[in-house]
């Protein structure tokens, strides 16, 4: 069995913690590399080619969706999930142009869903009905 390469990259030390500590429990998913903003996360995506990148939304010196559009350049095939405390949903068709397969909410059974689509591969909720074309707006600027 293939492990799932994960790279983790969230500002906040006590969620990548947590995420953390609820993947390695699972011996097919492995947290491949941690980043604690964007521009970390996107130079650890070019290095390591993960499979599954979990990604905050807020994040120092680079936001979540300028983060998500760049490693989408250099890890073209890894799934981008969002796990965010924004639960607008501008920020999820946003989200969606900027190549996340879904977006998560942080609450109590966001972290149970955080898990499902690691296992199972969902793809962008609420963002935007099937086969719309994605835009060229820029990521992260309204």
Known sequence: ?????????????????MVREIIEENPAWKICGEGANGRVG??????????????????????GLQAAERIKRFAPRARILMFTSDTSPKLVRQAHDCGVQTVIWKNGS??????????????VRAAASPGKKRSQKRCGRN
């Not at 069995?1 to 913690?17: H, T």
């Not at 966001?110 to 793809?123: A, D, K, N, S």
């Open 1 to 17: 069995m293939l492990c799932k390469r994960i790279l983790l990259v969230d500002d906040n030390a006590v969620v990548r913690e």
């Open 110 to 123: 966001g972290y149970l869903q955080l898990l499902t689509c690691i296992q199972q591969g969902e793809h």
């Open 42 to 63: 996107v130079e650890l995506a070019r290095k390591l080619r993960p499979d599954i990148v979990v990604l905050d939304y807020l994040m120092p010196s680079m936001n």
